[in-house]
């Protein structure tokens, strides 16, 4: 009988625990997301997507700023479960950034500025700035962006086939 009670305690434990982690790690998406949002409608769309430090006139301290990215870097992991909703919300703002709200030059500016830091996104940006580009018939950026992408990422697994899709369009 002890040890039955040992073992719930400690599978209680492991929940309370788990729960406490989980609920701070909510709370932190949250917060993040809702900072991502209040930088989507001013239109700072790559602090939005990946975050900024922002100086605070009262603390007198840099503050981080979390970007749609960072929602998502919260709950990569295959044991953080379940996701709550503001994960998918979040993987959906960022699709809207890269696809829809950033245009092939802003897309750009957005690469070359974080493509020393990590940002699982620049492909898609780029991908997506040649679309746009082949079809404002831009064919010349739309080489040099592509280029760009190729040599920056040409080498991660799936990207080989979207470049030479690219590449024939360009054609």
């Known amino acids: 009988m002890k040890k039955w009670i040992a073992a719930l305690a400690a599978v209680l434990a492991v929940v309370l625990v788990y729960g ?44 981080y700023v979390g970007g749609y990215e960072q929602v998502l870097s919260i709950w990569k992991s295959p044991y953080a479960w379940p996701r709550p909703a503001v994960y998918d919300k979040a993987k959906d703002k960022i699709d809207e950034i890269v696809n829809d709200k950033l245009t092939p030059e802003a897309g750009v500016q957005l690469v070359q500025k974080y493509l020393r830091q990590d940002n699982a996104f620049l492909p898609e940006i780029l991908v997506s700035s040649t679309k746009k580009l082949i079809e404002q018939d831009r064919k010349d950026e ?13 080498s991660q697994p799936g990207m080989q086939e979207q470049i030479e899709a690219l590449n024939a369009k360009l054609k």
């Open 20 to 63: 406490y982690v989980w609920l701070g790690s909510y709370k932190m998406a949250v917060k993040y997301y809702d900072q991502a949002e209040e930088n989507m409608n001013k239109q700072r769309y790559d602090i939005a997507l990946k975050g900024d430090e922002a100086y605070n006139r009262t603390s007198k301290k840099y503050e």
């Open 142 to 154: 739309a080489k040099d962006v592509l280029d760009m992408l190729s040599d920056a990422f040409g």
